[in-house]
Nanobody, 113 residues
Framework: QVQLVESGGGSVQPGGSLRLSCVAS???????MGWYRQAPGKKRELVAS??????RYADSVKGRFTISRDDAKNTVSLQMNGLKPEDTAVYYC?????????WGQGTQVTVAS
């Protein structure tokens, strides 16, 4: 059972930046690590993911968000720049080894004037 703990959420004005971090309880080298988000009344959606093979971004965040991982520290981060009100959501860290999927508890990101 992998434990994932997110941090770094908060409130920011449009155009601002936030950095989310996720620390895993064990080595994440074999995992596809991702960030998902869920806004009120909407389905949870992929924001970005990274593996040894590739990195993916939702079209809505390309050019604004950057996902990175440090396997030596069991961490994955999401740098979010140029935030928009529509980025407001609970952001979840995800670890997927194709057999099991693990989720963090989520961290709130609010973008408002």
């Amino acid at each position: 059972q992998v434990q994932l703990v997110e941090s770094g959420g908060g409130s920011v004005q449009p155009g601002g930046s936030l950095r989310l971090s996720c620390v895993a309880s064990e080595n994440i080298g074999i995992y596809v690590m991702g960030w998902y988000r869920q806004a009120p009344g909407k389905k949870r959606e992929l924001v970005a993911s990274t593996s040894v093979y590739n990195t993916r971004y939702a079209d809505s965040v390309k050019g604004r968000f950057t996902i990175s991982r440090d396997d030596a520290k069991n961490t994955v981060s999401l740098q979010m720049n140029g935030l928009k009100p529509e980025d407001t959501a609970v952001y979840y860290c995800n670890a997927d080894n194709l057999n099991q999927v693990f989720w963090g508890q989520g961290t709130q990101v609010t973008v408002a004037s």
